[in-house]
């Protein structure tokens, strides 16, 4: 099936039944054993404090020769110094580590870049030995350390060597599940914490489920100050210092008012209210500016400079956050940038740290009032939010100040999807016509997807997406509302010859009206699935059929009501016989998008129970 199909099929549901976890990891390799020391150092003028860090990975074979990829990111706020590579014990390899740029699409990001190679492992039972040495330039960018690899670790340590002129907070995140013991001691003036652990699993290859600092164990530490001289240097003690930080970026970035503004006052020409400016300026960045995503790049927290994203066409999130706050402010609208953490990242801003926000958007201050504009979501619509961003802690520009706000929760009715048919019978096909709305992400979803096809074959792929592939779905007389308007819902109208879905056994008749059959058989493996399984987003699905009985024909059976009420979730489903036609109306609703290990079993029971209500038939004999 091609990518497009997979990804707005029921927004991923039918396809991703079959997909929930990826195959076990190759146990084949091993990391036999790992350390890893931090040592905060004393630096030089332009960074004062630094930490100097070293990881040793023993990589061992089990089973056959083979080779493993090894790659160590960095960027311009850290430096590999060395890299040592041995393997069975000697330096006679020619394995020549590779530097390059981290790209995507082309696009070489400034600071984001790799130190890669393959590294042998000769024979059963060999090992190959890599020691990475680096400098961390400043502490800031001293965040998150993760306990798991890519390979299952037999033996780990990890140790921190904190002087005394460095004042710092270390948290602890998701050790209970695995025997991590920590140490601490003093060493002269310095305080080494040693953490060590045995048989750390590899990272989680599962599919949509939380990110790594929702589950993984790690250690988070927060440099809050260090005097390695006689000056003070203040990081991050509170949001305060994190969002003057922050402010102190924007102030270097260099925008060009007089472009932005002459852009601007272009776009809105015409325009009379506050609002129709923001939709029609938020709406052109979401078309006209790409959204080019700044993959792990931590360094990543100084916006570019408006006129820059406007000139090339692309942007990350910051670039466009940037260009959208400027172009609504240039117009004399109260806008802001704000930072933010996506649902990836577990943490909030009571934990003041870079790695509490991965994520730039704009906010308009509608009389006081927020409202949030995320040009990177392409085709949503004004005033929808994304569930990946719902809930969330924002840290929004005020001033001198700062506020502290929480993105609003939509409820599944933003993102509906409804479908209705009206059918006829006529011999063994039914006819009839259908008309489909989708809002919210539903739309995002399935416009996303049409947008990345020609447009001479939209028409053609829309068409094999309705009938979902089925040469007996026979649609014409397509027609598709509000393609390029994503503040409307998108709607879609055609008509269906649905060929040989009506089956006559002997005077009998047998009917299944519904061949959507949202979640059937979406059970989670739970002998594979470990982590929480998170849908992409909160759901309203709806399919109703309206279908004129023959004149001779009636009902002689029909399927039980289904109803099941769930914390997060409920499925319900009934067929009804009124004035000489069958109404059937199936709605899914998932108002949370999370299903946690201990609600499997519930599930797959309440799948089961939906699956064999769609198995069941409607039963049509003659009128006596």
Sequence with gaps: MKRWLILITLAGFVEMATAQADPQDDKNVVVSKCTREFRFVKGNAEHPVQIREESRRVYTCKSYRTEVQVAEFYNDNETIDDVNIYVNDSKKHGIAPRYEYHSVDGIFYSDARVCFFRLPLLKIGSSSEVVFKKTILDPRYFTNTFFMDDQETENLEIRLIVPSWVQLEIKEYHFKKYNIRKNVS????????????????????????????????????????????????????????QYGWYKSLVQQIGDDEKIIKEKTQE????????????????QWVQDNIRYIAFENGIAGFKPEKSQEVLRKKYGDCKGMANLLTNMLRSINLDARRCWIGTKHIAYDYSTPSLSVDNHMICVWMNKGKPVYLDATEKYIGFGEIAERIQGKQTLIE????????KVPMATPLQNTATESRKLTIEGTSLKGHVVQIWKGENKEWLLTALNDIKQDKQENALKQYLSEGKSNFEISNLTVKNLSDYNADLKVEYDIVWKDVVTVFDKEVYLDLDNRRHLRNFKIDTAKRKLPYWFQ???????????????????SSLPEKLVVKQPGYSFSALYSNTGGKIVYRNEIVLDNTEITPESFSQWNKDIQQLTGFYDQQIVLTPKK
Excluded: C, W
């Design 186 to 241: 003093q060493s002269g003036d310095e305080t080494v914490y040693t953490y060590s652990a045995s048989n750390i699993p590899s990272f989680s290859r599962e599919q949509d489920a939380p990110g790594l600092t929702h589950y993984a164990p790690h250690i988070l530490v927060l440099t809050k100050s260090a005097q390695p001289k006689d000056e003070m240097h203040t990081y991050f003690k509170t949001v305060k210092e």
């Design 267 to 282: 776009i809105t020409t015409g325009l009379a209210t506050d609002e129709e400016k923001v939709k029609k300026i938020f």
């Design 537 to 555: 987003f909160k759901d309203n699905l709806v399919f109703e059929t309206e279908i004129q009985l023959p004149a001779d024909k009636t009902v």
């Design 398 to 405: 005020n001033g001198n100040q700062y506020l502290l706000e």
